[in-house]
């Protein structure tokens, strides 16, 4: 069995400022008319390898995790709540010692909710035919031909095939979030995938692992859960337990260090949804190449992301820009700026 693991406590700061810490970015419907986090469990739901999603979530978020999974007809296995953010390495660990108590040798696939798939069927059998590998006690991620020098991302360097029916490599190295001049030179090496963050592994290996790298982290971890309480539908993780635990991400937690990394390479329209800059690419333009989201009119203005949410927003002789307006702040950046909003935010939270 395989269960789903949904990673849906990031705070999406790079879409300030319709992502609001009160609203992160996984609970708007972004893409389409469903959210990033229901896109996510939606797409797992049509195959019975799958059981019920485990949700790892932020406690503030559990009505609308609550919520969003009613209006889409699904149930979840556990919605487990932090009373923090320490990150994905913890969380994910916390998941697969509730995923134990539900099947000792279940696979976790684990999900961010942030990203846009186009092909799910092909996402769904890269999954099925990579089971078999996890099951050998490997740590499979899955890879993404990169397509340019992003910085924000895994790079994995992809090794020997695995003897193996699967398409499935060694990792010879996962580097997270490089510099540029690195990232340049994985794209031009021609041997080097971007992970998805997405990966399949037996809870098991993955806990190990983290034993081995941050003991002090799983220990956290274990005590948080020991010490939690059920609350309604939700699972409550032990406030001071978790509070008391490191904060990492699985990339640098465990992924840069495993010795059992496989790589099985993905190919089914990905797309990280994490910038303005992301979403103007996925979504459809005008004559113009401009993506217009309510109430905006423009005039020569070409290749820029416009987004009202109330207000006419009105555009004159603007060429790559972003325009996003709410009804108590409004974003305006060069196109290839907007990683910087996250700045903007980091401002704002120092001012507080
Ligand atoms: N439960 C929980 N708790 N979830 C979290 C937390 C947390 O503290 N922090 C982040 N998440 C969730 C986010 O909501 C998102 O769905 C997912 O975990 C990944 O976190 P991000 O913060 O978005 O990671 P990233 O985009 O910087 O990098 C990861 O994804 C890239 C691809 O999109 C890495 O895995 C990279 O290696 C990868 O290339
Ligand atoms: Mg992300």
Redesign the pocket.
């Known amino acids: 069995m395989i269960i789903p693991v949904?990673?849906?406590?990031?705070?999406?700061t790079r879409l300030w400022p319709l992502s609001r810490q009160l609203y992160?970015?996984?609970f708007l419907p972004l893409v389409g008319e469903r959210t990033?986090f229901q896109e996510?469990a939606l797409r797992l739901s049509s195959d019975e390898l799958l059981a019920s999603p485990i949700?790892?979530?932020?406690e503030d978020h559990r009505f609308i995790v609550a919520e969003q999974m009613r209006e889409s007809g699904l149930t979840a296995s556990k919605i487990?709540l932090?009373p923090?953010?320490?990150?994905?390495a913890?969380?994910v660990y916390i998941a697969a010692r509730v995923a134990r108590t539900l099947n000792p040798e279940a696979l976790l696939l684990v999900?961010?909710?942030?990203?846009h798939i186009k092909n799910i069927a092909t996402l769904l059998d890269t999954v099925r035919t990579s089971a078999s590998i996890a099951q050998d006690g490997n740590l499979v991620t899955f890879g993404?031909k990169p397509e340019y020098a992003?910085t924000?991302?895994?790079?994995i360097e992809q090794g020997t095939k695995i003897d193996c029916a699967e398409p499935a490599f060694r990792i010879s190295r996962?580097v997270?979030?490089p510099d540029k001049a690195t990232a340049e030179q994985y794209l031009a090496s021609g041997d080097h995938l971007?992970?998805?963050?997405m990966f399949l592994f037996r809870a098991e290996d993955y806990m190990a692992e983290l034993e081995e790298h941050n003991p002090r982290m799983a220990e956290a971890c274990r005590e948080a859960v020991d010490k939690g309480r059920a609350d309604l539908d939700f699972y409550r993780l032990d406030r001071e337990s978790f509070e008391a635990c490191p904060?990492d991400?699985?990339?640098y937690a465990v992924?840069e260090h495993v010795r059992n990394g496989a790589v099985v390479p993905l190919d089914a329209g990905w797309s990280?949804v994490?910038s303005w800059g992301a979403l103007w690419d996925i979504k459809d333009k005008d004559d113009g190449g401009n993506v217009t989201i309510g109430d905006v009119v423009t005039h020569d203005v070409h290749g820029s992301y416009l987004h009202s949410t109330g207000r006419l927003l009105a555009v004159v002789g603007l060429k790559d820009h972003v325009v996003v307006e709410t009804s108590d702040a409004v974003m305006v950046s060069p196109k290839d700026r907007v990683q910087d909003v996250k700045k903007i935010v980091d401002t704002l939270k120092g001012g507080d």
């Open positions: 949904i990673l849906a406590g990031g705070s999406g992160p970015k996984q990033l996510t949700i790892v979530c932020n487990i932090e923090t953010g320490r990150n994905t913890p969380a999900l961010p909710a942030d990203h993404i992003e924000g991302y895994g790079y996962f997270e979030k971007w992970n998805s963050g904060s991400s699985i990339d992924m990280d994490g």
